[in-house]
């Protein structure tokens, strides 16, 4: 009789698939990643690779991985570790001996064990496991690449083309041992490789394969049962920060009724929003890939003049070369979504991974008084809403607005509920056909209420006007360099943004009300600061949790929020940027601060640590 298979169920488990840039680990997770959504689950997803585009085979410097949780609950991490790792080499597994789990599962390529792999990933003995201290893992050991290559003996593939299958086979081992059917992933595969029918099947049979593969070693280790939960009604993907703000983008355009335009250039890691905007000409959007990050905003800017709902994607090294525009569209007053994708810096840095560190370039980095919104989203999701609020703001207010994401959610994927836009609130652009003042309209006349000047589209009978570089006069709106005036307009332009604290959302406190410690973050750590909370209230812990979206003009309570917590402490990925401006903006604020710039997400474990030690003090 055969022996039982043994399926634990859990409310959550942490996979990383991990290799060489070439194995295929983004593809197999991804697709591991949207089997777990369609089957109902919460996921939340890292992608983590080198910058290099091909480092050496085989080397520590190449590893590549993409960490999935999944859980019948919210999720709003990737995961601190991983119960279950899928090794394709030493490297691999070298690289994350300290994200493992006690008891985990770290499935191997035994073909790409041998003792060349080894030298390579610098092992000095013949057992990796041992040497790293890894005693109390599940090894699950299989001859992958030999298994794939006979397997596919018959598809007329040469050697090294069917090797690349074996992440498929990979992913059929683990869509056994967490109970999923291989029939989507198929369907996957088949929309992916289209154009490339034999490549379609022949990654198709690895997966079957690794499928059942899994059947047949079922007595070794546990199937692992994570169930769906019940989903508000609706339409479900799974989707990245990128895609979320290029759709966010286009469901701002259509809410106002203006084109959307794009104008940018390639950088890491925002490419994928250019790349999204193109592909959607159906939809009206007009984007342009410039020769460099300063035409990619100009064009943007001459844009927006002209009537359109105009942005410009990049990241660090991207936004201080675009300064010099931003300021040009400061002081001339048009509207404009400038998205940051925030990476690890300075200079090149480190280009694929994630950090906070562009929040003081984005409020100061400009000569002059320069004042502009800045926001930043939280988690992959909410990077659609945070797109259609800074075109908002930007249409409504007339003026540029930052949008901070980072590698880590720009990049990183969470389920979604397709939103009805009907719920959104409209944009208005404040056109100057909506002027209503006695004095006869010139450029720089603004709307009382929020200090917006109003919006003429070149083309509007009557209309005909000039703006630019140079110093307006606050009534003429003719050039001026005098002294009064100067300070007038720069007050003026500082009191515009300032308003804005009147159009947007008080900041929540979520946790206790009464707690003695108020955690405060920003941006994409909302996930582990959440998370950190609820592990710290599981502690019996009273905890509170802020976290910011909007951040220049801050919300109008955020003061009082601030200040009605006895312990406060800032939690972000850099030196301490948030906090330094907060000090700045409420008079006797000094809070504690939790600061690490290593372009990694947050440790949950840490952070609770931490806190508890601040709390405790």
């Not at 959307?260 to 390639?266: D, I, N, T």
């Amino acid at each position: 009789m055969a022996e039982q298979t043994k399926v634990t169920t859990l409310e959550k488990v942490v996979i990383r698939f991990s290799g060489d840039s070439g194995d295929g680990m983004q593809l197999t997770g991804t697709i591991f990643s949207n089997l777990s959504a369609l089957f109902g689950n919460e996921i939340s997803t890292f992608p983590d690779f080198p910058a290099e585009i091909r480092a050496p085979q085989g080397s520590l410097s190449g590893v590549s991985g993409f960490q999935v949780h999944l859980g019948s609950r919210k999720i709003f991490t990737p995961g601190d570790k991983a119960d279950v790792l899928v090794a394709m080499n030493p490297a691999a597994l070298k690289v994350n001996k300290n994200n493992l789990k006690p008891n985990s599962i770290v499935i191997i390529d035994t073909d790409s064990f041998q003792k060349s792999d080894l030298d390579k990933a610098l092992f000095t003995t013949d057992d990796p496991f041992g040497e790293l201290g890894l005693g109390n893992v599940q090894v699950v050991a299989a001859p992958i690449s030999t298994m794939v290559k006979d397997g596919l003996k018959d598809f007329g593939l040469d050697n090294k083309s069917a090797v690349r299958c074996k992440n498929m086979f990979a992913l059929g081992l683990v869509c056994w041992l967490f109970e999923r059917p291989p029939e989507e992933a198929m369907n996957m595969l088949q929309n992916k490789f289209s154009k490339k029918p034999t490549i379609a099947k022949a990654n198709i049979k690895a997966l079957t394969d690794g499928y059942n593969y899994g059947h047949n070693i079922h007595a070794t280790v546990s199937i692992y049962r994570i169930e769906g939960k019940k989903a508000e009604p609706g339409f479900y993907t799974d989707i990245n920060g990128n895609k979320a703000t290029a759709y966010g983008l286009i469901a701002a355009a259509e809410k106002s009724g203006l084109k959307l335009f794009l104008g940018s250039y390639p950088i890491t890691p925002a490419t994928d929003i250019l790349q999204e905007l193109s592909a959607r000409k159906e939809l009206g959007v007009k984007a342009m890939q410039a020769e460099d990050e300063i035409a990619g905003i100009c064009t943007a800017i001459g844009a927006s003049f002209a009537g359109s709902l105009a942005a410009t994607s990049t990241s660090g090294p991207g936004l201080a070369l675009k300064s010099e525009a931003i300021g040009l569209a400061v002081i001339a007053e048009l509207p404009l979504v400038i998205v940051d994708v925030q990476r690890g810096g300075p200079s090149t840095g480190l280009p694929t991974k994630s950090e906070q560190t562009d929040l003081l370039q984005s409020l100061y980095g400009r000569n002059g008084e320069s004042p502009v919104v800045v926001m930043a989203a939280s988690t992959p999701t909410d990077c659609f809403d945070a797109a259609f609020w800074a075109s908002k703001i930007a249409v409504e207010h007339m003026t540029p607005v930052i949008l901070l994401t980072d590698s880590f959610i720009a990049n990183g994927s969470s389920a979604w509920r397709i939103p009805d836009v009907e719920n959104y609130p409209e944009i208005v652009p404040n056109y100057v056909t909506n002027y209503k003042g006695e004095a006869p309209w010139k450029p720089y006349r603004r709307n009382l209420e929020n200090l917006a000047r109003y919006w003429a589209v070149p083309g509007m009978e009557g209309f005909a006007h000039r703006i630019g570089g140079l110093e307006k006069d606050y009534d003429t709106s003719a050039i001026s360099t005098e002294p009064i005036n100067h300070q007038k307009m720069v007050e003026t332009r500082q009191e515009k943004i300032d308003r804005i604290a009147n159009y947007i959302p008080d900041v929540e406190v979520v946790g206790d009300q009464d707690a003695e410690l108020l955690i405060v973050g920003w941006g994409g750590t909302y996930g582990h600061l959440y998370e950190a909370m609820e592990t710290m209230h599981e502690n019996g812990k009273k905890v509170a949790f802020a976290h910011f979206r909007f951040i220049n003009p801050l919300p109008k309570n955020a003061e009082e929020v601030l200040t009605r917590f006895k312990k406060v402490v800032v939690a972000e990925q850099n030196k301490g940027q948030f906090a330094t401006f907060l000090r700045s903006k409420i008079p006797g604020f000094n809070p504690y601060q939790f600061n690490r710039v290593k372009g990694q997400p947050f440790i949950v474990g840490r952070l609770v640590e931490e806190f508890t030690k601040i709390l405790e003090a």
